[in-house]
């Protein structure tokens, strides 16, 4: 195997992963900690002196989880009775088999992806040890939260789909390609909406994104656009009517992002570019608002009965296209998991199998990036196809706004240039790529 570089890691002091790890998750933990206390009444009248056991030990474990973090203690194996179980504890030996016989995984000096997904999991065991809360949701809150903030975006989003719908088999190739550059971009910087990188604070979508479209344009690093637009017309072309074309949207965020995704995936429908999407989120909660099958059965009810009629129409289409299973949602356990991509094939052979059927697989956001590229400390001009180590089910893309420094396929000079100009430039949020690789 090619040599690849070192993971990011808490252990390189003043790095984006170290102030995440010091500073960001436990302040996520601190919320989540809150968010059970807040609820405490709510699990007595529904579960009596049962659920106010629960929250006390649930906030026991977190607080000590957060104690481990904070002062840099080995990373332990999991406990509980989910199916990830082994395979998170061989992570942990083989991560352990990657150091010197002394030195043991711990926050700080483990690769920085891994002790993310690894807090996230600790948290969901500290539920699964303690019903009634075992299925509880503790971001389900903030997620709910910022879907109802973004009230006005979603409006404008969903009314400019029924508008668009209303004509759309009398647009030509050029309107359609138009179209559909613009709704790729709303999907891309709908992308800015995540509450993992807020530490849980508020972080909705204020405004129509729509309208900023070209002032933002310039804020794209790198743009594949036109390359994805050739793959999906020229499979329109190719297509006889038994013919199915599949797009697969591997989801990030829910609230406005999920919004933007579903609206794109309903032009790419109705459009006759594909005739089916595949949805993949998450099993269990993760990263603060990431979709999860409740989060997205709950996205599309909440639409179908809004007041406003474009939402609710938008709701009862996609509905439909879930009954038809033109709209197909999986889960699978590998999005929760430490693993990079690159061993998908090993670790999911059944997942990696699933999206070899897809024509084109479109990633969503920051933490799929880093598992896309290994979270690795790659040079900006390396390009995508080599830093995805030999991840290739079907053709590719990544739609992500940058909150964390890891960045491929730049141009020469492109990268440095920041470095100097805008020193937060790959952590902040404002620019965003669209990376495609069709190479199998
Ligand atoms: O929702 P996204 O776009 O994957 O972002 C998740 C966030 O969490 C992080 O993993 C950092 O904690 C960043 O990479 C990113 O800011
Ligand atoms: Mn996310």
Same mark, same amino acid.
Request: glycine share 4%.
């Given at each position: 195997?090619?040599?690849?570089?070192?993971?990011?890691?808490?252990?390189?002091?003043?790095?984006?992963?170290?102030?995440?790890?010091?500073?960001?998750?436990?302040?996520?933990?601190?919320?989540?900690?809150?968010?059970?206390?807040?609820?405490?009444?709510?699990?007595?009248?529904?579960?009596?002196?049962?659920?106010?056991?629960?929250?006390?030990?649930?906030?026991?474990?977190?607080?000590?989880?957060?104690?481990?973090?904070?002062?840099?203690?080995?990373?332990?194996?999991?406990?509980?009775?989910?199916?990830?179980?082994?395979?998170?504890?061989?992570?942990?030996?083989?991560?352990?088999?990657?150091?010197?016989?002394?030195?043991?995984?711990?926050?700080?000096?483990?690769?920085?992806?891994?002790?993310?997904?690894?807090?996230?999991?600790?948290?969901?065991?500290?539920?699964?040890?303690?019903?009634?809360?075992?299925?509880?949701?503790?971001?389900?809150?903030?997620?709910?939260?910022?879907?109802?903030?973004?009230?006005?975006?979603?409006?404008?989003?969903?009314?400019?789909?029924?508008?668009?719908?209303?004509?759309?088999?009398?647009?030509?190739?050029?309107?359609?390609?138009?179209?559909?550059?613009?709704?790729?971009?709303?999907?891309?910087?709908?992308?800015?909406?995540?509450?993992?990188?807020?530490?849980?604070?508020?972080?909705?979508?204020?405004?129509?994104? @729509?309208?900023?479209?070209?002032?933002?344009?310039?804020?794209?690093?790198?743009?594949?656009?036109?390359?994805?637009?050739?793959? @999906?017309?020229?499979?329109?072309?190719?297509?006889?009517?038994?013919?199915?074309?599949?797009?697969?949207?591997?989801?990030?965020?829910?609230?406005?992002?999920?919004?933007?995704?579903?609206?794109?995936?309903?032009?790419? @429908?109705?459009?006759?570019?594909?005739?089916?999407?595949?949805?993949?989120?998450?099993?269990?909660?993760?990263?603060?608002?990431?979709?999860?099958?409740?989060?997205?059965?709950?996205?599309?009810?909440?639409?179908?009965?809004?007041?406003?009629?474009?939402?609710?129409?938008?709701?009862?289409?996609?509905?439909?296209?879930?009954?038809?299973?033109?709209?197909?949602?999986?889960?699978?356990?590998?999005?929760?998991?430490?693993?990079?991509?690159?061993?998908?094939?090993?670790?999911?052979?059944?997942?990696?199998?699933?999206?070899?059927?897809?024509?084109?697989?479109?990633?969503?956001?920051?933490?799929?990036?880093?598992?896309?590229?290994?979270?690795?400390?790659?040079?900006?001009?390396?390009?995508?196809?080599?830093?995805?180590?030999?991840?290739?089910?079907?053709?590719?893309?990544?739609?992500?706004?940058?909150?964390?420094?890891?960045?491929?396929?730049?141009?020469?000079?492109?990268?440095?240039?920041?470095?100097?100009?805008?020193?937060?430039?790959?952590?902040?949020?404002?620019?965003?790529?669209?990376?495609?690789?069709?190479?199998?």
């Amino acid at each position: 195997m090619a040599t690849v570089p070192v993971s990011l890691a808490g252990r390189f002091q003043g790095s984006f992963a170290y102030f995440t790890i010091k500073d960001r998750l436990p302040q996520i933990l601190t919320k989540v900690i809150d968010t059970l206390h807040r609820h405490k009444n709510e699990f007595f009248e529904e579960h009596g002196e049962k659920g106010i056991e629960a929250e006390k030990n649930t906030i026991s474990i977190l607080s000590k989880l957060r104690n481990e973090l904070q002062t840099d203690k080995p990373l332990v194996p999991l406990d509980d009775k989910l199916c990830d179980v082994p395979l998170w504890n061989q992570y942990l030996e083989y991560q352990q088999n990657l150091l010197d016989g002394n030195e043991q995984p711990s926050w700080f000096q483990s690769p920085w992806l891994y002790v993310e997904c690894y807090m996230y999991r600790r948290i969901h065991e500290a539920l699964v040890h303690n019903p009634p809360l075992d299925d509880y949701d503790v971001f389900k809150e903030a997620k709910v939260q910022s879907f109802f903030e973004s009230q006005q975006a979603i409006i404008a989003l969903c009314t400019y789909l029924q508008e668009l719908l209303k004509n759309i088999e009398d647009l030509d190739e050029k309107q359609l390609q138009e179209e559909f550059f613009r709704l790729l971009q709303v999907s891309l910087w709908g992308n800015k909406c995540d509450l993992s990188f807020s530490a849980g604070e508020d972080n909705f979508q204020k405004a129509s994104s @729509l309208k900023a479209l070209d002032n933002l344009k310039t804020f794209i690093l790198v743009d594949d656009t036109e390359d994805i637009w050739s793959l @999906l017309i020229n499979s329109k072309k190719r297509r006889t009517s038994k013919d199915v074309t599949r797009v697969d949207i591997v989801l990030d965020n829910a609230g406005y992002e999920l919004i933007t995704d579903l609206v794109l995936a309903d032009f790419l @429908l109705s459009s006759k570019l594909v005739t089916e999407i595949h949805f993949h989120g998450k099993c269990i909660p993760w990263y603060v608002s990431d979709t999860t099958k409740q989060d997205f059965n709950w996205t599309v009810k909440q639409l179908q009965s809004a007041n406003n009629r474009w939402i609710s129409r938008c709701g009862m289409n996609w509905e439909g296209s879930i009954k038809k299973g033109v709209f197909v949602y999986h889960d699978h356990m590998f999005w929760t998991l430490p693993h990079e991509f690159c061993s998908m094939a090993q670790v999911a052979t059944d997942l990696y199998t699933e999206l070899q059927k897809s024509h084109l697989i479109i990633f969503k956001g920051d933490l799929n990036y880093r598992k896309l590229t290994g979270d690795r400390k790659w040079e900006f001009t390396v390009p995508f196809h080599q830093a995805l180590n030999k991840f290739h089910p079907a053709p590719l893309c990544s739609l992500r706004t940058l909150k964390s420094d890891v960045q491929v396929g730049l141009k020469p000079g492109q990268g440095e240039q920041f470095v100097t100009s805008e020193p937060d430039w790959m952590i902040c949020g404002k620019y965003g790529v669209v990376q495609f690789d069709a190479s199998l």
